[in-house]
């Protein structure tokens, strides 16, 4: 397992730092934290408002051994990106979606959260002090952590009585240009999410048990899980943080988002630059028949933006789908990156530009 703090003989750290960036080999970024200067810091007490919060040094925070998160899993966490263009201007996606979502999984795990506008300001103020750490144009992003975590103590279980709004960050590199198409497997044996249960939200406990059918997987050579609905077991629902689609024809398919399955701001996204290039978009039970059937499957998150199905194996049949320069992923992939990176002009008002311009 790859450590989780890069120690400061990292790799990846060179001893070149400058005014403008950080001492990053940027050619060399993956998906692991490196640990920048500074997190947001804010607290609140239970039914109350959250209170403006701080920018402070990057470090471990000290917590009570009673915390509601430590004992019952009362916490939530939100993903997201800043991109700096060519014009060197430092942008995010969409965060008022991250917001909402926030606010969505609070309001399930009886916990108080900061308003939208708090959380959009806290953000880009934990960008803008990380500056130096947004990596060059084309070479990655800021990969932005948000943590909303009972921190009040609680023995009965119960709602806790103080929460903490964090904010870190760590530069990421390209997922897409780093490896081929996925290879799916589909998982028999466990279920990500229940009717009823928390999988429409980013909340903590649903991704440690999520590790276990992961690390399988990958034992067996195959890069995620798709995961089934857990009352038939005969529709596909996700993988393990990331939507999927399927494609054939005019028409792009991907299972709905009523309860089990998490609302991904890039599965919204894609929908709608789908239809706008004439495709026929359905949100609906996808039954695994249909997936074996397709011409081609993508999978979307903001850590991978838009990557391309390889192969699907289930039980003992693997098939393969169109990937490369010819598939609709590559298509609606270039589009989104094109607008986050300002290639394209931001038509749908996504964007939001933060270089100096906080509150
Ligand atoms: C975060 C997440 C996604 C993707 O959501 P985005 O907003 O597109 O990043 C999809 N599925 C799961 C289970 C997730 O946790």
Redesign the pocket.
């Known amino acids: 397992m790859a450590p989780s703090v890069l120690p400061a003989s990292s790799p990846l750290l060179t001893s070149e730092a400058n005014e403008k960036y950080a001492n990053v080999k940027w050619e060399e970024l993956g998906f692991s934290l490196i640990p920048t200067d500074y997190m947001h810091v804010s607290k609140c007490k239970q039914g109350e408002s959250f209170s403006e919060g701080e920018i402070v040094p990057y470090g471990d925070i000290s917590i009570s051994p009673c915390a509601g998160i430590l004992n019952y899993g009362q916490g939530l966490f939100e ?2 990106k800043a991109y700096r263009t060519e014009n060197d201007q430092i942008r995010l996606f969409r965060p008022d ?2 917001a909402l ?1 926030l606010q969505t999984g609070a309001d399930r795990l009886c916990m108080t959260s900061p308003s939208a506008d708090q959380f959009v300001q806290a953000v880009k103020k934990t960008v803008l002090a990380n500056k130096k750490w947004v990596p060059p144009p084309g070479k990655g992003a800021l990969y932005i952590r948000p943590l909303l975590i009972g921190t009040g103590a609680v023995l009965g279980i119960a709602s806790a009585p103080e929460y903490t709004f964090l904010i870190y960050v760590s530069p990421v590199g390209n997922y897409h240009t780093a490896s081929s198409g996925l290879n799916l497997v589909v998982d028999h044996m466990y279920r ?1 999410a229940h009717t009823g249960g928390t ?1 429409g939200v ?1 909340s903590c406990t ?2 440690s048990p999520v590790v276990k059918s992961l690390r399988e997987a990958k034992s067996s050579g195959f890069s995620d899980i798709l995961f089934l609905d857990a009352a038939t077991g005969r529709n596909i629902e ?6 999927i689609f399927i494609a054939k024809g005019n028409i792009v398919s991907t299972p709905p988002t009523s309860g089990t ?9 894609i929908c709608e630059l789908a239809r706008d290039i004439g495709y026929q978009v359905q949100e609906r039970d996808v039954s695994v028949e249909e997936l074996l059937e397709a011409e081609e499957v993508f999978c ?4 991978m933006v838009v990557k391309a199905v390889d192969t699907v194996t289930f039980h003992n049949k693997k098939i393969k789908y169109r990937t490369g320069e010819e598939a609709l992923s590559t298509k609606l992939h270039l589009m989104l990156t094109n607008i986050q990176m300002g290639v394209d002009e931001d038509k749908k008002g996504w964007m939001v530009e933060i270089n100096g311009c906080v509150e």
């Open positions: 993903g997201l979606q991250n979502r990500r999988g980013k649903n991704y996700e993988v393990s943080t990331c939507n399955i998490l609302p991904g701001i890039t599965r919204k996204s979307t998150g903001t850590a």
